[in-house]
């Protein structure tokens, strides 16, 4: 049902390096699993409002006050390469 | 004396700290010895000094934490290579009110990567294993958690449920576990995985401990605008009897249900008999769109994974595989540090989501949903509860689904139906099939959180169940 090329898209918009043996791989498990989702195609649905938020909640609203955010040094200790007080990463094109 | 302190419940150990009659010290040093000899692999960090002793409900009480929970300073892992080594700046809500309530932090503990699992085989850092057979697994994606509590490590945890990952490991161990209300707790500093399904909740040996922990940990919490808490908050429960109640069985989860191993049917039987003979009136009902929830939960739930794993980049924390540019650095540092299985659920999602598919799949799949919440509140009109097993089978052997992802999913059959409806449910053991326990599920409404703890206590009563596990 999935193909090698359609995995090979699906990678390339989830930002994810795929082996050639993954894509294999992927395109069976990918094509076995959406065989068995495909019965949701059986019901009929016409009409039925989608469920997006399951408790029905009203508007949620706090006061605007500013306030103090995480300590800039604090962030940057969990980065993998932080430099001059921000995120260093590599040339978007090199 | 390290072994009785360990038998006692949270609700005992508490009220002897209360009365000085235990040392906190003591009983958290019991603990932390025991989580030092955990040989079920269900720690990832332990605390080495014990840290003030709060005053509260849990006042001295040790709780271990899912690693999926954000804790300021202490490695947060949720299971994932990806976030190795990585100490969050923050401290997640449901911790801290654990904290606020008395409770130290133990330890954090195994799950399977980022909660998509149900079997704890997902964890980059090894499966955990089941306390009652070291040879199979103790469900998951709350694993850790579970084995921990079994196991006698800790005598309680908080995981987390986006598909059954709270109710399916406790079932599989044999102690009790509950998810709750969509919005009943917090989810701040909760990683998240599916956020329109994750809750937060306890695991627990009884049912009055899973009270103590929820009663804890539930809440309004401006972090989350989700959340809601549960009104009156959660009484400990006393209901004897169950006169005046009723329950329905779902015969798509339970009778008609297809995989339901014999055992566990039996056990399930058996379970229903003693509802009646306690006074509950129990019939048969139905929820037509029940045996959809997993095609409609394998869609949604991967879905809304994709967009929140997007933020593992390699920018901001975890772990970054260098790459010529921006793109392959990005795309370096996923493939390194994700799993199969979290692959396997981004790719899901990412195809659902992506255009051409999206009406076809998510679009459908929250109709399903919709349709889910519809049957159970018709069912609701009638009763008071609907029970089903947890799990279709007992712990099955490590590495006997692990090739199979479908047949991994189908495990998740009659626990993922709630979580759609947004419903809450619990999981208490109520026997053993083959030397190995078998959970009882019981869902209510929304917010019937005190009801289902209650019938759930003067059941559990009701059934003794003793059994400890080998490895304890």
């Not at chain 2, 079932?171 to 709750?180: E, T, Y």
């Not at chain 2, 209300?181 to 009884?206: E, H, K, N, W």
């Not at chain 2, 099955?396 to 409806?421: E, I, Q, R, S, W």
Request: with cysteine; glycine share 10%.
């Amino acid at each position: 049902m999935i193909d090698r090329e359609q995995v090979l898209h699906v990678a390339k918009l989830a930002r994810l390096h795929l082996s050639d043996e993954e894509v294999e791989r992927m395109a069976s498990e990918l094509s076995g699993i959406l065989e068995h989702v495909e019965h949701i195609s059986e019901l009929d649905l016409d009409g039925v409002e989608p469920t997006s938020h399951v408790i029905a909640l009203q508007n949620v609203f706090r006061p605007d006050e500013p306030r103090p955010s995480w300590e800039r040094d604090e962030v940057l200790q969990s980065a993998p390469d932080p430099a001059s007080g921000a995120f260093r990463v590599p040339s978007p094109q090199a | 004396m390290a072994g009785e302190l360990i038998d006692l419940t949270v609700a005992g150990a508490a009220e002897q700290i209360r009365s000085g009659e235990l040392s906190a010290d003591e009983y958290f040093d019991a603990y932390r010895e025991a989580a030092a000899g955990d040989s079920l692999n269900a720690f990832l960090w332990t605390a080495e000094e014990a840290g003030e002793a709060g005053e509260g409900p849990l006042g001295g009480i040790p709780v271990a934490v899912k690693d999926i929970f954000c804790t300021n300073g202490i490695p947060t892992t949720a299971g994932s290579k990806i976030l190795e080594g990585y100490r969050p700046p923050y401290t997640a809500t449901a911790v801290r009110k654990l904290r606020e309530a008395g409770a130290r932090v133990l330890g954090k503990v195994n799950m399977d990567e980022f909660a998509m699992g149900s079997s704890n085989e997902n964890s980059a850092y090894g499966p955990v294993l089941n306390p009652w057979d070291s040879g199979r697994v103790p469900g998951g994606s709350s694993g850790g958690s579970a084995a921990a509590v079994a196991g006698r490590l800790a005598p309680c945890a908080i995981g987390t449920d986006t598909g059954g990952s709270i109710r399916q490991p406790a079932a599989l161990c044999g102690i009790v576990g509950m998810k709750p209300t969509y919005g009943a707790v917090s989810r701040y500093g909760m990683i998240a995985f599916a956020s329109s399904l994750d809750q937060c909740g306890p695991l627990t040996r009884d049912v009055t401990d899973a009270a103590l922990i929820l009663g804890a940990v539930e809440g309004r919490d401006p972090c989350d605008s989700t959340s809601i808490g549960i009104e009156g908050g959660v009484d400990l429960p006393k209901r004897e009897d169950l006169k005046g109640l009723s329950f329905g069985i779902p015969k798509e989860l339970a009778s008609e249900a297809e995989g339901i191993e014999s055992g566990v049917k039996e056990v399930f039987e058996r379970t229903v008999a003693l509802i009646e003979e306690l006074g509950g009136e129990v019939s048969e009902t139905e929820l037509p769109h029940a045996p959809h929830g997993i095609s409609a939960y394998y869609v949604l739930a991967p879905a809304e994974a994709s967009a929140n794993l997007a933020r593992f980049d390699g920018v901001r924390y975890g772990m970054r595989v260098n790459g010529d540019d921006l793109t392959e650095m990005y795309e370096e540092t996923r493939a390194e540090g994700f799993g199969a299985e979290v692959k396997r659920r981004i790719m899901l999602g990412t195809y659902a989501l992506s255009s051409g598919y999206y009406e076809a799949y998510y679009g459908r799949a929250q109709r399903v949903r919709t349709k889910i919440a519809e049957d159970f509140s018709k069912a609701f009109e009638s009763f008071d509860f609907v029970v089903t097993p947890t799990s279709p089978t007992v712990a099955f052997k490590l590495g006997a689904k692990t090739d199979d992802p479908l047949a991994m999913y189908l495990n998740d059959y009659c626990t993922v139906p709630m979580p759609l409806a947004g419903i809450p449910a619990i999981s208490i053991p109520s026997g053993l099939s083959e030397g190995l326990p078998v959970g009882l599920q019981l869902a209510g409404p929304a917010f019937s959180e005190n009801k289902i703890l209650d019938a759930s206590y003067a059941l559990e009563r009701a059934l003794g169940f003793e059994g400890i596990p080998r490895a304890a």
